[in-house]
């Protein structure tokens, strides 16, 4: 019996030792990538730096943290952030980040707010730590601008996994809830507010394949840049007018996206509509176009849905020989 006890008193003490060695491990690695932060000419600031969790994990926690990237103009600011790992497998971590946080962008300020945002990620056994797989999900999250205007949904989830056997593609969706744009932005393509607040269904299935992988060093250096988007199903339904979207983009180096998506359009001549009451089509386009799609509708049998496609060149995007507008630069900061 003694030399039981006394092995379990040795075992206990090495699983300490061994604990407070990662833990030690892990509260100084965090504090030297602050100070390489720092050296680069970020903003890189916490009050303080805690890890708890003994004996099973390691639960790290950054009061008062900012961080802000000159380069690029991002920002991000929050009372505290969590990191939660097991000892005995430390590349599976879950974030949490507080009810109350501030994002800047190059364009503005944003302050958000949620009941429960708290993300799962998988990593690979690498020192620059690869993305496997994540998960995000925030409850009742609200983004406000600067302006005071307000967009608001029940949930967004938001799920990542790497392809396998690739290094840097990766399968995406993205659904928001009950997605409410802000008024601003509803009065921009809904002036006689006709239609509802908020969307019955917004969600993306997307296929994505980056220069390189999204690990650490998408953090510290420079953002992995897409060059080839496949477009599975994007769908948005706002009242009775419904979108959805496939296709694939190939993106060069500028990040100029060259490629085909076929846009199905529902009660399309309504859409047309708020599109040139808003002025985000001029009068004279919107004409042409309208002659355009019921010259389509005749064709397809179908008067109040559409197939429409769309072809991604030479920076511009293209309804058959028309150009309808200049295409998006996709690059990530």
Request: glycine share 6%; proline share 4%; aromatic share 4%.
């Given at each position: 019996m003694r030399a039981l006890l006394a092995v379990i008193a040795i075992a206990a003490l090495g699983w300490a030792g061994y604990w407070w060695m990662g833990a030690s491990a892990v509260q100084s690695g965090f504090a030297a990538w602050f100070d390489a932060r720092r050296a680069e000419g970020w903003v890189a600031?916490?009050?303080?730096?805690?890890?708890?969790?003994?004996?099973?994990?390691?639960d790290t926690t950054f009061t008062d943290i900012t961080l802000a990237d000159p380069g690029t103009g991002w920002a991000w600011q929050a009372p505290f952030f969590q990191l939660f790992a097991l000892s005995y497998q430390p590349n599976h971590v879950i974030a949490t980040w507080p009810d109350t946080q501030s994002l800047a962008t190059p364009r503005?300020?944003?302050?958000?707010?949620?009941?429960?945002?708290?993300?799962?990620?998988?990593?690979?056994?690498?020192?620059?730590?690869?993305?496997?797989?994540?998960?995000?999900?925030?409850?009742?999250?609200?983004?406000?601008?600067?302006?005071?205007?307000?967009?608001?949904?029940?949930?967004?989830?938001?799920?990542?996994?790497?392809v396998e056997g690739s290094e840097a593609s990766y399968h995406l969706g993205l659904a928001a809830d009950n997605l409410s744009p802000a008024r601003a932005a509803r009065l921009r393509m809904d002036r006689q507010e006709r239609l509802p607040q908020t969307f019955s269904a917004f969600r993306a299935?997307?296929?994505?394949?980056?220069?390189?992988?999204?690990?650490?060093h998408a953090l510290e250096d420079a953002r992995p840049q897409?060059?080839?988007?496949?477009?599975?199903?994007?769908?948005?339904?706002?009242?009775?007018?419904?979108?959805?979207?496939?296709?694939?983009?190939?993106?060069?180096?500028?990040?100029?996206?060259?490629?085909?998506?076929?846009?199905?359009?529902r009660n399309w001549r309504e859409i047309l509509q708020l599109a040139r009451a808003s002025g985000q089509l001029p009068p004279g386009l919107a004409d042409q176009m309208e002659t355009g799609l019921s010259m389509l509708a005749q064709l397809s049998g179908t008067s109040q849905t559409l197939d429409i496609p769309l072809d991604f060149r030479v920076g511009r995007i293209f309804l058959g020989p028309v150009p309808i507008g200049a295409a998006p630069v996709l690059t990530l900061r």
């Open positions: 600031d916490t009050a303080d730096i805690t890890v708890r969790g003994f004996p099973n994990r390691f503005q300020t944003f302050d958000l707010s949620s009941v429960k945002m708290q993300a799962s990620s998988v990593l690979g056994a690498d020192t620059a730590l690869p993305l496997k797989r994540a998960n995000l999900v925030a409850d009742t999250l609200a983004i406000t601008d600067e302006a005071g205007e307000t967009t608001a949904m029940t949930a967004l989830r938001l799920a990542v996994e790497r299935d997307i296929n994505a394949t980056f220069d390189r992988p999204w690990d650490r897409p060059r080839r988007i496949t477009v599975n199903l994007a769908e948005a339904r706002w009242g009775d007018l419904e979108l959805a979207a496939a296709g694939t983009l190939d993106v060069d180096a500028t990040g100029r996206p060259s490629g085909r998506l076929t846009v199905r359009a």
